[in-house]
């Protein structure tokens, strides 16, 4: 069994700052990419920021040179959130595909997710 687990939400003012952390545990033979998504009440899901194996990036108009994603060399995905915008409020989940063995499948594996939101 695979899980994704986030942490760093919170209330943070309009400017503040935050930082997430998504941590991948279970039988895990190798991870593809990693991103996250947030999905603010009445909103579809939204694509904010994802990264590959070999580290390229990609991120959403509404948050580029905002927001940076990032990983290590272990299971972890990180998102650095700067100058954030009442706008940035959602619930921000992690996601993964994520492959249990050699010869099994690539799987997509997502988090509970983690409220942020930004308001004076």
């Known amino acids: 069994q695979v899980q994704l687990v986030e942490s760093g939400g919170g209330l943070v003012q309009p400017g503040g700052s935050l930082r997430l952390s998504c941590a991948a545990s279970?039988?895990?033979?190798?991870?593809?990419?990693m991103g996250w998504y947030r999905q603010a009440p009445g909103k579809q899901r939204e694509l904010v920021a994802v990264i590959t194996s070999d580290r390229s990036t990609a991120y959403a108009d509404s948050v580029k040179g905002r927001f940076t994603i990032s990983r290590d060399n272990a299971k972890n995905t990180y998102l650095q959130m700067n100058s954030l915008k009442p706008e940035d409020t959602a619930v921000y989940l992690c996601?993964?595909?994520?492959?249990?063995?050699?010869?099994?499948?690539?799987?997509?594996?997502w988090g509970q997710g983690t409220q942020v939101t930004v308001s004076s």
């Open positions: 996601n993964a595909e994520i492959k249990s063995g050699w010869a099994a499948r690539w799987n997509d594996y």
């Open positions: 279970g039988i895990i033979f190798s991870i593809n990419a």
